[in-house]
T-cell receptor, first 116, second 111 residues
């Protein structure tokens, strides 16, 4: 059973370009979470999705950022018109159900976005 | 906004020493998790504590959840170079199915 798969592992974009980050959850997991991590910092929650639905996007910047988790295929985090401040590691996690004492989230290896 | 403050932020010790990392908040959490993250990798779950006052042991690691479920500590006995990494606490509230991560503690254990 493969873990959470994120690709690409590394992504370089010029300012103004679009970045598309993909996350395939673990088999059987229908809940996906995106987090952003700046160097030497903890992870900051961005968005929580269930299949075809955004449950909580309270951590998403209001502009340029969007996320989806379609019925088929991976979850996508899309950043339009990237700026240098978007440079960070973006982590995806998945869980089989709502997080709780008996339900754990599993993290992918992350996508490191560098904006030049 | 729920905040989890970890201390110390950085810790460099020699093999064989003991250490304690603290995770504090003014918010109450239904459960609290500790993760270790190595460079270039995602966080890996070490333990989940649920009950106030709970103590869990994982080999040389001892985790404690505060009585009021607002704070936690991680104690490592006889640290080894393999313990090197970024340690993150993360709290879960009953109303929000998302983890709030702490600020992190970077541990380096040298020979």
């Amino acid at each position: 059973n493969a873990g959470v798969m994120q690709n690409p592992r590394h992504l370089v974009r010029r300012r103004g370009q679009e970045a598309r980050l993909r996350c395939s959850p673990m088999k059987g997991h229908s809940h996906v979470y995106w987090y952003r991590q700046l160097p030497e910092e903890g992870l900051k929650f961005m968005v929580y999705l269930q299949k075809e639905n955004i449950i909580d996007e309270s951590g998403m910047p209001k502009e340029r950022f969007s996320a989806e988790f379609p019925k088929e295929g991976p979850s996508i985090l899309r950043i339009q018109q990237v700026v240098r401040g978007d440079s960070a590691a973006y982590f995806c996690a998945s869980s089989p159900g709502q997080l709780g004492m008996n339900t754990e989230a599993f993290f992918g290896q992350g996508t490191r976005l560098t904006v030049v | 906004t729920q905040l989890l403050e970890q201390s110390p932020q950085f810790l460099s010790i020699q093999e064989g020493e003991n250490l304690t990392v603290y995770c504090n908040s003014s918010s109450v959490f239904s459960s609290l998790q500790w993760y270790r993250q190595e460079p270039g990798e995602g966080p890996v779950l070490l333990v989940t504590v649920v009950t106030g006052g709970e103590v869990k042991k994982l080999k040389r690691l001892t985790f404690q959840f505060g009585d009021a479920r607002k704070d936690s500590s991680l104690h490592i006995t006889a640290a080894q170079p393999g313990d090197t990494g970024l340690y993150l606490c993360a709290g879960l509230t009953g109303t929000a199915s998302k983890l709030t991560f702490g600020t992190g503690t970077r541990l380096q254990v040298t020979l």
